[in-house]
């Protein structure tokens, strides 16, 4: 498989953690709480907690965007660790499923469910 689509994107980004830089997954929090944009004091806490950084570093990786840091994220991945990757992908059609667990294709329906 050499080509991103945008369904393999959004599996890596929410399933292969294991691939992100502390950097990186600190962005993904900041930009995710701060989508819900919680009370100051809210914030204040989750800071302190450790859950979302200020730090001018982490903000210039999510002043474009939460679709620019996936995208970015993402591609980073790719090119260092494609091969790498647990992808869990349809033995027919060879597309993502939906989640590490599905068993289910979302695009030919193919199903590999154990036979009961």
């Known amino acids: 498989m050499d080509t ?7 599996y890596i980004y929410q399933y292969c953690l294991e691939f992100m830089t502390e950097d990186e997954i ?33 903000h210039a990786m999510i002043t474009d965007g939460a679709e620019a840091l996936k995208d970015r994220i993402v591609n980073r991945i790719w090119d260092e660790h494609r091969d790498e990757l647990c992808l869990n992908l349809c033995p ?18 193919h199903d590999w469910h154990e036979a009961t």
């Open 26 to 58: 600190m962005a993904k929090r900041t930009v995710l709480y701060n989508f819900y944009m919680p009370s100051e004091s809210t914030l204040s806490k989750m800071k302190e907690k450790g859950w979302i950084s200020d730090h001018p570093r982490i």
């Open 92 to 109: 027919v059609c060879n597309k993502i499923a939906r989640t590490p667990a599905a068993r289910q294709c979302r695009f030919c329906f």
């Open 4 to 10: 991103l689509y945008p369904e393999l994107k959004t």
